[in-house]
């Protein structure tokens, strides 16, 4: 967090080509976990990481000439996120219309897609040289729910609450439990190193 610190402290508008290029760089992992996430929710779509980069780059470049205008009450790391995101979900839209259906379609058919967007390296964002993958796993390692860990996963890979309830064994009630404090558990381990 230091590197970024240092970036803060100046006007952010005013930054250099070179300097932003090298703060873009530094949030690469947290960027390309917002690219993902997009690309995530959208079937047939005909676009790459790379091009959805791009993207994120205009993204990005807009939110340093308004952060500190602004005054956005938001930590930079989850502005950038938002941001990112909600470049890419309008830029996914757009390619979601009946000119690009045929291309769409034949692109989400192929397993090339699927490929991609598994092999964009996960995001490791790390404190005190510790990547949040690791974070995550110690938690489920010494959780006191047996079955947090399969419940999150089987939800995170897009299976209905019916899906995990009959596959688990499960009430929706206690589906439901598992995974609230589940995701509140992790929410306020991670929240601290993205600030």
Not at 76 to 88: E, G, H, L, R
Not at 103 to 129: A, C, F, H, P
């Amino acid at each position: 967090m230091e590197p970024i610190k240092h970036f803060l402290n100046k006007d952010l508008s005013k930054l250099s080509l070179e300097e932003k290029t090298n703060l873009f760089v530094l949030l690469l992992p947290p960027i390309n976990f917002a690219i993902k996430k997009v690309m995530s929710k959208f079937h047939s779509l005909p676009l790459e990481h790379s091009d959805l980069l791009s993207y994120a780059w205009i993204a990005f470049d807009n939110l340093l000439k308004v952060y500190q205008v602004k005054k956005i009450r938001k930590k930079f790391v989850w502005s950038v996120i938002d941001a990112v995101s909600w470049k890419c979900t309008d830029v996914c839209t757009k390619y979601m219309n009946n000119r690009h259906k045929v291309l769409n379609m034949s692109v989400s058919t192929s397993s090339i897609k699927r490929e991609i967007i598994e092999n964009i390296k996960d995001e490791n964002y790390q404190n005190n040289g510790m990547p949040i993958q690791e974070i995550v796993d110690t938690y489920f390692e010494n959780s006191n729910e047996k079955l947090a860990k399969q419940v999150f996963e089987m939800y995170l890979n897009n299976c209905s609450n019916k899906e995990i309830c009959k596959k688990l064994d499960l009430s929706r009630n206690k589906f439901k439990k598992i995974l609230k404090t589940t995701i509140d558990d992790l929410r306020n381990i991670i929240r601290p190193l993205l600030d």
